[in-house]
């Protein structure tokens, strides 16, 4: 079974900051704003749009305490749909041709009107995704709905936090495990 802890001990001594990091901004106290939840459900989207399926199984199984079924499923479901409307959306933003920015994406992104969990929530891991992502266009989009919502702008930072720190231990596991 995985353990934060054993997870930590695989970082390299090199990386000691990010094992630090990982400790706290997984726990409520170092996530100020967020709930375990919260917390858990942006670990677990963060690390699979990190693209690191090992590391992103072991945060999943270490979210298995905080979250519900639908919980880890609007997780992998904003993940999923953030890895398409990131490329999409950061193309129509970053071409010169604005005219891409007026036609019709013609995607399915049904999950947006009905993601299974809590419409903030959905925003708050949508927005978590997005930072890994690169897309500011969508960083912009979820931050204006989640202010519309309530979140303030310490959940708002810590969950891009978590997005930093779980994208930056995947990027260093995924190394050490091809040497």
Known sequence: MTTLDALREAIPDYAKDLRLNLGSVLAPSGAPGLTDRQIWMVAVATAIASRNAAFARRIE??????????????????AAIMGMNNIYYRFTH?????DYRTMPARLRMN???????D??????????????????LCLNAHDAVLKKHGVSRE??????????????VAGVLAYEVAA
């Open 94 to 98: 970053l071409t010169e041709d604005a």
């Open 61 to 78: 199984a270490l979210s298995r305490e905080a979250l519900t079924e639908a919980a880890l499923a609007g997780a992998k479901a904003a």
């Open 119 to 136: 419409k903030a929530d959905f925003e708050l891991i949508s927005l978590a995704v997005s930072a890994v992502n690169g897309c500011g």
């Open 155 to 168: 959940a708002i930072q810590s969950a891009v936090r978590i997005a930093a720190v779980i994208h930056a």
């Open 111 to 117: 999950v947006i009107g009905s993601p299974g969990i």
